[in-house]
């Protein structure tokens, strides 16, 4: 029991004993220690022996202070009972299976993609992936691929119009930072391609990023051609 409870326990208590013997003291002061104003003690209520002298009360407490008492100390023991430090416990469900030589340690995060999982998804619309680099290391635009966890920003896209085979790419018109020649780097740049239905009906994604060339020769492998397709700026092409 905490000790704040304990003082506040003890201070009930008492002030319930003054509460039931604090009259009986009165009761015995008056009748027997103080000196009677009369002209007996017999007369202000005193008992007597058989000489007649003065005696003392006999203090008791009676059935009903009995109960009373009973009832202070029940209700201040359950007032305290929840003063104490409680403490939560968090049950972890087992994972061994009930074998004993189980590996029980945390699991280490290798930071790589779980081993079975799903690639990340190429949906262009999907701002989030074309704002950061999702692969570090991974291919940059027009670099060919068969799933979104070779390319830079987990995206691999397939653009009937610009190459027979998918490539990765990203979408330019996410905000700061996200424009084709912001990863412009050793001497390669990036131009954006912008489509619209009625022209590419075939086209899934009206914006992505591609290389920008002078010659196939610019090119990465795959490709046929180097050819404006949106634009004025040529760009690397497979036919």
Not at 35 to 51: F, R
Request: aromatic fraction near 6%.
């Amino acid at each position: 029991m905490c000790l704040w409870c304990r003082g506040r326990f003890l201070e009930f208590v008492l002030t319930s004993l003054d509460a039931v013997l604090l009259p009986r003291s009165l009761l015995w002061w008056e009748t027997v220690v103080k000196p009677p104003e009369g002209p007996s003690n017999i007369a202000q209520g005193g008992p007597s022996d058989s000489c007649g002298k003065l005696v003392p009360y006999n203090l008791q407490i009676e059935e009903g202070d009995v109960r009373r008492l009973v009832v202070f100390g029940v209700t201040v023991g359950l007032m305290t009972l929840g003063c104490g430090p409680t403490t939560e416990t968090h049950v972890i469900p087992s994972t061994d299976n009930g074998n004993p030589n189980a590996d029980t340690s945390p699991a280490q995060d290798t930071g790589g993609p779980d081993e079975g999982s799903p690639p990340p998804t190429s949906n262009l619309s999907d701002c989030l992936l074309s704002q950061s680099i999702q692969n570090p290391g991974g291919k940059l635009h027009s670099q060919p691929c068969e799933n979104a966890a070779e390319c830079l920003y987990g995206l691999c896209h397939s653009s009937p119009t610009v190459a027979t085979f998918k490539f990765c790419t990203k979408n330019p018109y996410c905000g700061p930072g996200t424009e084709c020649s912001s990863d412009d780097t050793e001497g390669l740049t990036y131009k954006a391609q912008l489509f619209n239905k009625n022209s590419y009906p075939n086209e899934t994604a009206m914006e992505i990023c591609t290389q920008t060339c002078t010659s196939v020769d610019d090119c990465p492998p795959g490709y046929t051609g180097c050819a404006t397709v949106t634009g004025v700026v040529k760009t690397c092409v497979a036919e």
